[in-house]
């Protein structure tokens, strides 16, 4: 966070912006902005030199972005996301796999926090796969979604069919955002 901002700084310091000397600010967006504010409370509104104005502007992004990107998705509140990968073992049939899909298939209409499902098998030309085929997208409306979904007897069933074919699972849960 501060690196950013002291990049910023180093950068107005050390290059004049042409044509530009300076700004003029209302002072409501200089008060959210600084907290030295009050020494030009006199002025409305207020001129203030444009280096310090982005100056301004960048510590407050700065300073935004530190504290949203250290927050953890169990901190967050929105649609919950839960992306599941499979790489089933080579000895697994095709029957079995076939199982595996019908049985992810009938979560969403027996555990009812599931508010969306999709599921497909890697088509990328990439290559990058690492193994996995199999890729399932649940989605619940929060978190608190998912942590019904998890100790449900019915993802327990599901976990005891796959188990005997799975060779590795990949999963990442995140918090959507727009």
Same mark, same amino acid.
């Given at each position: ?26 002072? =409501?967006?200089?008060? %959210?902005? /600084?907290?030295?504010? !009050?020494?030009?409370? $006199?002025?409305?509104?207020? @001129?203030?030199?444009? #280096? ?5 502007? =960048?510590?407050?992004? %700065?300073? /935004?972005?530190?504290? !949203?990107?250290?927050? $953890?998705?169990?901190?967050? @509140?929105?649609?919950? #996301? ?9 000895? %697994? ?86």
């Amino acid at each position: 966070m501060y690196q950013a901002m002291n990049s910023a700084v180093a950068a107005l310091q050390h290059k004049r912006l042409p044509g530009i000397d300076s700004i003029t600010v209302p002072r =409501t967006i200089v008060a %959210a902005l /600084t907290s030295h504010h !009050s020494q030009h409370t $006199t002025h409305h509104p207020i @001129t203030m030199s444009f #280096r310090s104005f982005i100056l301004c502007i =960048t510590a407050a992004l %700065a300073i /935004t972005a530190g504290m !949203s990107s250290s927050a $953890t998705a169990a901190d967050q @509140t929105g649609v919950y #996301r839960h992306v599941v990968l499979f790489k089933f073992k080579d000895s %697994a049939t095709p029957d079995q796999v076939k199982g595996v899909e019908d049985a992810f298939r009938a979560l969403p209409s027996k555990i009812d926090t599931i508010t969306g499902y999709e599921w497909g098998t890697n088509v990328s030309p990439e290559g990058k796969n690492d193994g996995y085929t199999h890729c399932f997208f649940v989605t619940f409306k929060d978190k608190a979604g998912l942590d019904v979904y998890l100790p449900h007897p019915a993802h327990k069933e599901f976990g005891t069919l796959l188990r005997p074919i799975l060779d590795k699972v990949c999963v990442v849960d995140y918090v959507a955002a727009k």
